[in-house]
């Protein structure tokens, strides 16, 4: 239902197709604007993770009509987890790429995303530093409680215990956090996967593990991809811009942006057959993948859908030339060539 406007504020808000600014007046124009936006410098990562959402969700209807609502619930639940699962590889993305995306117009709106985010991060940094300040002011120490203990020790033992009086009220909490946020945060991510998905593998169904265990070898040599961007873009501004050679530094800045979109979309391919219980095929990463996990259980519903490329794969005997292989029918049907060999089940 559009709104009832005059004539000076309705030639404010042209036509959603001419590029000026504008404020869409009913829902199909809003669905327009959107799509234009979105076709124009694509979309935010928080659009994205909420289409994400909503996939899942109508796909939890649909197959609440299919199944019931507990085998819906599971089947979604999995493939809501392996989505999340990439969402934090995209996350890393935006980040390691942050300068990057404004080199490509399908990446301005999570350029535009990503610096506010950074300035409401910076801003809550500054109110937590704020807050620390005035706590150390009014209590720098902290666990009162030990006083009363520590008071109780005999005089010929305290040039013992003060020192570790001293060190627990007052470094003990920064030391633990400087222990967590260099060690153990870094390695967090392999700990959770060695203890649920190859200890505990019994229990994770083959879907996350599959996905997480590709999300694991992913990360072995993403930081050597993020810095290579990382010394492209130095030696963008530190040496081609400052010797005035303007037309290699415009080439390297269609390279460095067309090179964050891959990367971007790659990612972003994988959280849409994740949400999907699908699976794909990239040479080399998955079969090693596949060597880890073992080939999907094709009697389980639970196990999510198509892998044609374990039905050709002779394992730990493949050839070169099915590994380099890119295209493996429809998210992974299979070709028709390899649907009609398949024996039919009687």
């Known amino acids: 239902m559009k709104y009832l406007l005059n004539n ?27 799509l234009k936006d979105i076709s124009t410098y694509g979309f935010t990562i928080e659009e994205f993770q909420r289409a994400m959402i909503v996939l899942c969700f109508v796909r939890f209807i649909i197959y609440s009509l299919k199944y019931n609502l507990v085998t819906s619930f599971k089947i979604c639940s999995i493939g809501l987890i392996s989505c ?3 969402a934090m590889a995209l996350n890393d993305c935006i ?30 940094a500054a109110e937590r530093i704020f807050d620390d300040l005035i706590k150390q002011t009014n209590n720098p120490y902290n666990f009162d409680w030990l006083t009363p203990i520590f008071a109780r020790v005999p005089d010929s033992l ?22 967590y946020k260099t060690n153990i945060k870094p390695m967090s991510s392999m700990f959770i996967y060695v203890g649920w998905v190859r200890v505990g593998k019994k229990y994770c169904p083959y879907h996350i593990r599959w996905h997480f265990t590709f999300i694991t070898l992913y990360n072995t040599f993403m930081p050597y991809l993020f810095k290579s961007a990382l010394r492209a873009r130095v030696f963008l501004n530190k040496v081609l811009i400052p010797e005035r050679r303007y037309e290699e530094a415009e080439n390297l800045r269609i390279y460095l942006g067309a090179w964050a979109f ?21 040479p080399f990463l998955t079969y090693s993948v596949e060597l880890h996990v073992g080939k999907r259980p094709k009697d389980s519903l639970y196990s999510g859908g198509y892998t044609a490329w374990q039905d050709d794969f002779i394992f730990y005997n493949i050839r070169l030339r099915d590994t380099l292989r890119l295209w493996w029918g429809f998210l992974g049907k299979g070709t028709k060539k390899q649907r009609q060999n398949k024996p039919r089940r009687k």
């Not at 790429?97 to 809550?124: D, G, K, M, T």
């Not at 891959?262 to 990239?282: E, G, N």
């Open 158 to 179: 305290i040039h013992i215990t003060d020192p570790i009086y001293v060190f627990i009220r007052k470094d003990l909490i920064n030391t633990l956090s400087t222990i």
């Open 95 to 124: 980040g390691a790429y942050y300068p990057n995306l404004s080199l490509h117009p399908l990446l301005r709106n999570a350029y535009r995303e990503e610096i506010i985010y950074r300035e409401v991060a910076q801003y809550r």
């Open 84 to 86: 999340s699962l990439w």
């Open 8 to 34: 000076s504020v309705l030639s404010k808000y042209t036509s959603l197709l001419d590029g000026s600014d504008h404020i869409p007046i009913n829902i199909l124009d809003s669905f327009w604007y959107k």
């Open 262 to 282: 891959v990367h971007i979309t790659f990612v972003m391919t994988a959280m849409l057959h994740a949400i999907f219980s699908q699976y794909f095929y990239v």
